[in-house]
């Protein structure tokens, strides 16, 4: 079983930054696929960012540049570093953990955090 904690959401102006944190319960953390996804109200959850164990990392275009994936295996947390923030870039943000190839894709995870409210002002 594997339990995932979001916190780090908040409310920032065009132009501001966030660091999301994902802190996940789990024996094997080092094996598993991380990624953070993303939903808008009135459109379908989406992926942002992914990484494996061997921190390879994978992004949606829409924030390659501004956002940053990475983790801490001595922590068991994982971590969104958001830059150049936008008003499109608010939306529930959620964690999630699976294995399988490490995508952006909401098939490849089974664990979801309940998610955190990232608001972006113009």
């Known amino acids: 079983q594997v339990q995932l904690v979001e916190s780090g959401g908040g409310s920032v102006q065009t132009g501001g930054s966030l660091i999301l944190s994902c802190a996940v319960s789990?024996?094997?953390?080092?094996?598993?696929?991380m990624a953070w996804f993303r939903q808008a109200p009135g459109k379908e959850r989406e992926g942002v960012a992914a990484i494996g164990g061997d921190g390879a990392a994978v992004y949606a275009d829409s924030v390659k540049g501004r956002f940053t994936i990475f983790q801490d295996n001595s922590k068991n947390t994982l971590y969104l570093q958001m830059g150049s923030l936008k008003p499109e870039d608010t939306a529930i943000y959620y964690c999630?953990?699976?294995?399988?190839?490490?995508?952006?894709?909401?098939?490849?995870?089974?664990?979801w955090g309940q998610g955190t409210q990232v608001t972006v002002s113009s």
């Open positions: 789990a024996y094997t953390y080092s094996s598993l696929c």
């Open positions: 999630a953990a699976g294995w399988g190839l490490c995508l952006a894709e909401r098939y490849e995870y089974n664990y």
